[in-house]
């Protein structure tokens, strides 16, 4: 038995169709563990940096007074400055936020990963983690923790990349690029294994709006759309690369009769769909951190591109990015 197998805990099943025999999985899952796992590294995280943060013995500022203080030490830091009930920014720079300058010139390229398990604040987290356990959860349920960890910690890594690329002036921290990075992934493996959903279309159009919506809500000000962007990026791309099932089954020796005829795994577009994509994620990556370590501005090469991350309005500007 494939080590695939071993990992969702169930024996296939052999069915016959004109002659050809294949392997039936569908009905298998694998338990989900790291997601939940996942999970409670944020929050701890997030205890930690309200710790370390003690906003009744460090806040000195003008701001006004810290927020629910009965919280004593983990009291959260006035509302004019932290809106979503968190630490001060000073907190989370110390604990590793993305920020350019330091990933730059200070050759701290680790804050491009520690930066996906900070949070700004509990709504922040909140929202974050609701959205992790519904798509995550299901997604380790279907392939596996292998597939969906490094899914989720690429995709993390691919965000912060975009996001030091064009936003260089402020701190950046959150799991939305990894996040991102399992819808897009949701939308390649939908387009890879097009032939084995029945209905197609519907899916499709659910997925894209639901997509749609949530990159809409990244050109609000304060909202880090190029970690969205290069996490959606990167996630759909590797879905094509670990997120391609068989399209008639997946013939073991065990399973079969002898002498009786086999199916190709998988289709050719899905190699080739899988070959392309992973060419794709190479050149990216590579030229991304190239780009970041060289000390360029995104903005410099394309003038329109902080349009991605906040449209000025009337009502906000987006300051300076």
């Given amino acids: 038995m494939s080590s695939a197998d ?10 016959r169709t004109n002659n050809n025999y294949y392997v039936d ?4 899952e694998w338990t989900s563990w790291l997601i939940p796992m996942f999970v409670a590294a944020n929050v701890a995280v997030f205890v930690v940096a309200m710790y370390i943060n003690d906003c009744p013995k460090n806040h000195r500022g003008s701001e006004g007074a810290c927020m629910a203080r009965f919280l004593g030490r983990f009291s959260f830091q006035p509302l004019k400055e932290n809106p979503l009930f968190g630490p001060s920014s000073s907190t989370l720079d110390k604990l590793g936020a993305l920020e350019w300058y330091k990933v730059v010139y200070q050759h701290q390229g680790w804050r491009l990963l520690s930066c996906i398990w900070l949070h700004a604040g ?69 387009i890879t294994n097009w032939t084995v959903y ?11 709006f639901i997509i749609a919506i949530n990159l809409a809500v990244g050109i609000l000000p304060h909202v880090d759309n190029f970690a969205h962007i290069g996490g959606f990026l990167t996630g759909f791309l590797l879905g094509f690369v670990f997120l391609p099932q068989p399209q008639f089954g997946w013939a073991e020796s065990q399973y079969l009769p002898a ?10 577009y899905q190699y080739v769909l899988g070959v392309l994509s ?7 990556f590579t030229v991304g951190l190239v780009t970041l370590f060289k000390g360029e501005n995104g903005n410099n090469h394309c003038s329109w591109c902080h349009y991605l991350s906040c449209v000025p309005t009337s009502q906000w500007s987006c300051g300076n990015r």
């Fill in 6 to 15: 071993l990992e969702r805990g169930g024996g296939a099943k052999a069915r």
């Fill in 25 to 28: 999985n569908s009905d298998q």
């Fill in 122 to 190: 509990v709504i922040h987290l909140v929202a974050n983690m609701l959205s992790l356990v519904f798509i995550g959860i299901r997604l380790e349920q279907q392939f596996g923790f292998m597939r969906v960890g490094m899914l989720y910690l690429l995709s993390g890594f691919g965000g912060s990349i975009l996001s030091a690329l064009f936003i260089q002036n402020n701190i950046s921290v959150g799991a939305s690029g990894a996040l991102f990075g399992l819808l897009g992934a949701m939308l390649s493996e939908l």
């Fill in 198 to 208: 029945s209905k197609k279309a519907a899916a499709l159009f659910t997925l894209i």
């Fill in 259 to 268: 002498n009786s005829s086999v199916r190709s795994k998988y289709k050719p």
């Fill in 278 to 284: 992973l060419v794709l994620l190479i050149v990216g």
